[in-house]
């Protein structure tokens, strides 16, 4: 990792005194860390003082910002020296247990089939297919390799074939702020077309080989307006179909999987509006399905010339409700499938015959199947495991007599299934390929913890064979829980060079994910935000009392929203964990909620709340990590974050880091490392993540005092 200016590549350029932002101190044999300089920015809110020290730290163009930058990096590569062989350990560890040569299972969708292809030594996917005949050769799409030469970043996003599969539409980002180029590639000649439009967000959808449409985004990097293109005009001649210009909304475009509609989506985290354009005529207006109600949300899918809509009006766990097509607008919708108080409807899989209900009940997913022929009895895919977890993808075919899912628990590698509707047997297309792990090595436990309000929260976790419940092990604790994300028990072969060490690893499944259903979600969010935090606190707690580990070797881990989750609980009970790691924390709640003007915020005054409201504000001020410092002992703390961040600034957790410096009582390690290239998920490139957690796991461990 190279930063982008001044770059301090001895420790005699590391400070013992003074501060960053005006001069470099002078040199010293002991190794100190960085201190920067504090310009207070003064503020007043709902009658409360705020005194910000560090928000000059947002200045990314200062010069002064980067030389703090770098000298925290410096500063934490230098105290990490000690851990280089491990950390090298570590990352060939996790890279034997990757095939790197290999192949995703083909899907097939309008006469082809599509699959990616990795190759060792390359860092990208390449995007592959063939026509469905017999014999017919192997095409790349997209080598997202090739794109990717010379740039320090590079992603592609939303590529998308045309009906007749001439021509792909793809999106390219090489800032790492999600800021994209849509190209469009013949793929009969292999070269891009001249359509070439910049500065646009996911996604794109075909309407016919010449028709496409398109998103882009206000200064704030929301998705606001969806446009028409005709190949071959120039962008000047494109049209605005539509424009949302509420800040809390967000919009989309996609196809529907029966190809009769293009669909606008235009939703918020409370309220949802979609409009519609018939494939057979996209120059057609479009056309509200069903009006924005306060409160009311809902994802729409069209099947036998009838819209779908699963949506919570009046039913928290979600319904489904049906609509022909000759009566939009009329609001004549029938109930399709009514609401239940134990099952939570997440969204539908439509075929031609049959209809897929994934839905929630128990904390696991369920795949329930609607015979839409015969209306026999509805049935569900049985699983094998206690905790698992099961996702439908590369279904795009929808007159198909088969189900294609891919299924995996913390100890079954990810699994592709094909299932047969009419015969109602699976086949095992292809398990992943993890080289040298034997499932009979490990367990899995699953558990539910008591939280202090009553509420009982689903713990997985998997720990070595053998391992002794004797308090005697380290433990990693990972959660997320915001914005109804749910985390499920996945296999992860990465944490298996924790587990092979001792470790034991519990994944929380916290309120704010939808694990137990929508209410656990709308538990977790707003007014009620802190039951996040208590929920992953008294998991920890539980874990100690009941020796599954010691105060002295529980380790917390989370990222970006999780972040927040991380700031929140050191602040709260610094003294229960060992260490924490926070990726990319969103830990300046107020001042960014404040500022409409930074990515995300305006949308997610419905989800945080909005501090310009004194009683909201009040509350998301009592536990906003970087307000809620205090002068007090903290735990060994390993902070990341990436210059071009578009979802959490890099200020945030360097703001972060420099107060907690300044107040913390202890001698505990205090590290942040700051990826100068890349975005909210840190480096592009396969092999370059793997460095990153290589670097975080020797965190982890030598923060326990392994070091092989």
Do not use: C
Not at 216 to 239: F, M
Not at 399 to 411: A, C, E, I, P, V
Not at 612 to 639: G, I
């Amino acid at each position: 990792m190279r930063p982008l200016r001044v770059l301090l590549t001895s420790l005699a350029a590391l400070p013992i005194v003074g501060t960053f932002g005006a001069k470099l101190s002078a040199q010293a044999p002991t190794l100190m860390p960085p201190v920067a300089t504090t310009k207070p920015k003064v503020d007043t809110l709902h009658g409360e003082v705020r005194t910000d020290n560090y928000f000059w730290i947002r200045e990314k163009t200062n010069p002064d910002v980067i030389a703090y930058l770098n000298a925290e990096n410096a500063y934490t590569e230098a105290k990490m020296e000690h851990t280089k062989a491990l950390q090298q350990k570590l990352y060939d560890e996790m890279l034997s247990r990757i095939k790197e040569t290999d192949v995703s299972v083909p899907f097939r969708e309008h006469g082809y089939y599509y699959w990616t292809a990795t190759e060792k030594g390359k860092s990208y996917p390449i995007f592959m297919r063939r026509r469905a005949a017999a014999g017919s050769p192997d095409e790349v799409v997209i080598d997202a390799n090739a794109l990717a030469v010379g740039k320090k970043f590079s992603q592609v996003g939303s590529l998308q074939v045309s009906p007749s599969g001439t021509r792909a539409a793809y999106l390219h980002d090489t800032t790492a702020l999600r800021v994209y180029t849509l190209y469009v590639k013949d793929l009969s000649t292999g070269k891009l077309l001249s359509d070439t439009i910049s500065r646009v967000v996911p996604s794109v959808a075909w309407a016919n080989d010449t028709v496409l449409f398109y998103q882009t985004a206000d200064s704030a990097r929301r998705a606001d307006a969806v446009w028409r293109h005709i190949l071959g005009r120039p962008r000047s001649s494109d049209i605005e179909v539509f424009h949302e210009k509420d800040v809390l909304d967000n919009v989309g475009v996609g196809r529907s999987k029966d190809d009769k509609y293009i669909v606008i989506y235009d939703d918020g985290f409370t309220s949802s509006e979609s409009r519609v354009i018939p494939v057979a005529n996209p120059f057609a207006a479009a056309v509200v399905v069903a009006p924005r109600q306060a409160n009311v949300e809902y994802q729409l899918d069209h099947i036998n010339g009838a819209f779908l809509m699963t949506t919570n009006e009046g039913a928290q766990n979600f319904k489904v409700m049906r609509l022909a097509d000759n009566d939009i607008g009329t609001g004549k919708w029938t109930e399709f499938i009514p609401v239940s108080d134990s099952v939570f409807i997440e969204y539908l899989e439509p075929f031609q015959n049959n209809l897929v209900v994934v839905q929630r009940s128990g904390g696991l997913r369920r795949l329930r199947v609607m015979d839409l022929r015969t209306r026999r009895a509805d049935y569900y895919i049985t699983f094998p495991e206690t905790a698992y977890a099961v996702s439908p993808t590369g279904n795009a075919e929808f007159d198909s007599d088969t189900l294609r899912f891919n299924y995996q628990s913390m100890l079954t590698p990810q699994s592709t299934y094909d299932y047969s509707f009419s015969t109602r047997q699976r086949v095992l297309k292809k398990k992943v390929e993890v080289p040298g792990f034997d499932p009979t090595k490990y367990e899995v436990k699953r558990f539910m913890v008591k939280a202090r309000d009553g509420a009982m929260v689903p713990v997985s976790m998997i720990v070595g064979k053998g391992w002794k419940q004797d308090g005697t092990h380290p433990l990693l604790e990972y959660a997320y829980g915001s914005y109804g994300s749910t985390t499920e028990p996945t296999f992860n072969s990465s944490v298996l060079s924790l587990v092979d060490r001792g470790f034991g690893y519990a994944i929380a499944h916290i309120r704010g994910g939808q694990e137990m259903g929508r209410a656990w979600y709308d538990q977790g969010k707003m007014m009620n935000k802190k039951n996040t935090f208590n929920d992953f606190v008294d998991v920890g707690q539980y874990l100690v009392d009941n020796h599954y580990t010691s105060q002295d070797r529980l380790i917390a881990n989370g990222g970006s929203a999780g972040g927040l989750l991380m700031g929140a609980v050191v602040n709260m009970r610094p003294d229960l964990f060992r260490a924490v790691v926070a990726d990319v924390p969103f830990v300046d709640v107020i001042n960014t909620m404040m500022d409409a003007s930074i990515p995300l915020t305006a949308q997610e005054w419905q989800q945080w709340g909005d501090p310009h409201d004194p009683t909201q504000y009040a509350y998301m001020r009592s536990y906003s990590p970087y307000d809620n410092v205090e002068r007090k002992a903290y735990p060994w703390m390993l902070v990341t974050t990436s210059l071009n961040d578009s979802q959490v600034g890099y200020w945030e957790p360097v703001k972060w880091v420099a107060k907690l410096r300044s107040m913390k009582t202890d001698n505990n390690p205090l590290y942040i490392k700051i990826n100068m290239a890349g975005g909210h998920g840190g480096s592009s490139g396969r092999y370059d993540v793997l460095r990153e957690r290589a670097f975080r796991y020797a965190f982890m461990l030598d923060a326990v005092g392994i070091s092989q």
